[in-house]
Antibody, heavy 117, light 112 residues
């Protein structure tokens, strides 16, 4: 069955970077885009960006442009999201999600990133 | 970042029907049949409930249905059950070049 398994929780300091992984299984990794969505405590879902896993092309939210980088390792069936210059408002649960046409049919379990001095 | 507009909360009694609205623009909800709805319990991962405005994934109860009129999409839950109490988010593809996907603010459904 399709699974997206994310790396564990992170605690990091303002100004630092964090890299979250998302390992896919149960389907052909290169056939579906991977999107990243975050959710701050008590807040709505926020789209961050996506990667065409087949060719590596990416698109990022204008709000996060310049701070977020999404990559993939097809040999490991794993996508990565790196967020730099972290601020307290980046504290959130970060999700990867598989795109099927124009919706997200499978989600990772979420990774809590806490930014605190 | 633009967002779709949902009511903050709705409530209903067991057995009743409720509808959650999701209002966008002609650049997203009104322009494409790519509206989806997600159910999220506290501390859990979102679950796809409706896609492409009206379609239900396999395994989702037929008590859940979706529709759209103009720039507003709706999720209807009939025969409310206690287990339906959760947060619901709408989402749409958008032609806004600064984004690819836009989400609603979420609606807390309370089953009285």
């Amino acid at each position: 069955q399709v699974q997206l398994v994310q790396s564990g929780a992170e605690v990091t300091k303002p100004g630092a970077s964090v890299k979250v992984s998302c390992k896919a299984s149960g389907y052909t990794f290169t056939n579906h885009a991977i999107h990243w969505v975050r959710q701050a405590p008590g807040q709505r879902l926020e789209w961050m960006g996506w990667i065409n896993v087949g060719n590596g092309n990416t698109k990022y939210s204008q709000k996060l442009q310049g701070r977020v980088t999404i990559t993939r390792d097809t040999s490991a069936s794993t996508a990565y999201m790196e967020l730099s210059s972290l601020r307290s408002e980046d504290t959130a649960v970060y999700y990867c999600a598989r795109r099927f046409v124009r919706h997200f049919d499978y989600w990772g379990q979420g990774t809590l990133v806490t930014v605190s001095s | 970042q633009s967002a779709l507009t949902q009511p903050a909360s709705v409530s209903g009694s067991p057995g009743q029907s409720i509808t959650i609205s999701c209002t966008g623009t002609s650049s997203d909800v009104g322009g494409y049949n790519y509206v989806s709805w997600y159910q999220q319990y506290p501390g859990e991962t979102p679950k796809l409930m409706i896609y492409d405005v009206t379609n239900r994934p396999s395994g989702v109860s037929n008590r859940f249905s979706g529709s759209k009129s103009g720039n507003t999409a709706s999720l209807t839950i009939s025969g409310l059950q206690a287990e339906d109490e959760a947060d619901y988010y709408c989402s749409s593809y958008t032609s806004d070049t600064t984004l690819d996907v836009v989400f609603g603010g979420g609606t807390k459904l309370t089953v009285l």
